[in-house]
């Protein structure tokens, strides 16, 4: 499966969420929501996901192998590095 497009939208937060990501593969299928978090390590990528009734975060969509998961956060990352300036988060829409 290849990368084809990440698109990233840099937004102003004053908690850790530094960007909303975008990511398609094959020119076929897409999943966005995906957060650029600035961790205790770093930045990194989170999967989109949902809550549960139970109040646990479950992801909706995720790589199965770590070598892929780190593939996409590459990709993420760099299209992060080079985005543009931060916007408001309220124009961020899908």
Known sequence: MKIT????RKITSEGKLR???TITFDDQFVIHNLKVIDGKSGLFVAMPSRKTKSGEFKDVAHP????????MQEA???????ADEPTDTQEWEE
């Open 5 to 8: 497009d990440v698109r990233v």
């Open 64 to 71: 199965i192998s770590s070598e892929f998961r780190a593939i």
């Open 76 to 82: 993420i990352l760099q299209a992060y590095e080079i």
């Open 19 to 21: 960007a909303y990501a």
